[in-house]
C-alpha cells in the first residue's frame, strides 16, 4: 500500500551558486561518502530528500544526514538506513522506500514513493 509519494525538481546552476556562495552548506547537507560526488549527482540527492519529506508529511524528527542517499551493487538508488529515518516510517506505518533520480539539461529531479508492505488501521485498514 502506498503511504506517500513525493517528487522535487532541483536547478543545477542555481544549487550551484549556493554551494559556491555557502561552502559549508555541503557539509550540512551532505554526508561524507556524497560530498566528493559531481554536481550533478548532488543536486539529485537534494531533491531525493526534499521528495522524501514531501512523501513522509513532513521532516518529522529527520536531519539532512538521516537522508543520505547510496546507490547498491545494482545501481538503484535507496537512502541509507538511518535509526531516525527507520523511527519517521515506522510512525507512518511505512517500511519500503523506493527512489528514483535523474538529471538533464541543467535540472536534478527525484521520485519517492513510500509504502507498507502490510496494511495497518491508522491508514484506513480494518
Known amino acids: 500500500m502506498i503511504v506517500g509519494i513525493g517528487v522535487d525538481t532541483v536547478d543545477i546552476p542555481r544549487f550551484e551558486r549556493q554551494l559556491a556562495r555557502t561552502p559549508a552548506l555541503r557539509d550540512r547537507l551532505f554526508a561524507p561518502a556524497e560530498?566528493?560526488?559531481?554536481?550533478?549527482s548532488l543536486a539529485a540527492r537534494f531533491a531525493a530528500r526534499e521528495a522524501l519529506i514531501k512523501a513522509l508529511g513532513g521532516s518529522g524528527e529527520l536531519t539532512w544526514h538521516d537522508m543520505a542517499v547510496t546507490r547498491g551493487n545494482d545501481r538503484v538508488p535507496g537512502f541509507v538506513e538511518s535509526e531516525t529515518l527507520s523511527r519517521e516510517l515506522?510512525?507512518?506505518?511505512?517500511?519500503r522506500i523506493h527512489l528514483s533520480m535523474t538529471h538533464d539539461a541543467g535540472v536534478a529531479t527525484a521520485f519517492?514513493?513510500?509504502?507498507?508492505?502490510?496494511?495497518?488501521?491508522?491508514?484506513g485498514s480494518e
Do not use: M
Not at 560530498?35 to 550533478?40: G, I
Not at 515506522?90 to 517500511?95: I, L, M, S, T, V
Open 112 to 123: 519517492v514513493v513510500i509504502e507498507a508492505s502490510t496494511l495497518d488501521a491508522r491508514h
Open 90 to 95: 515506522a510512525n507512518r506505518g511505512a517500511d
Open 35 to 40: 560530498r566528493e560526488l559531481s554536481l550533478h
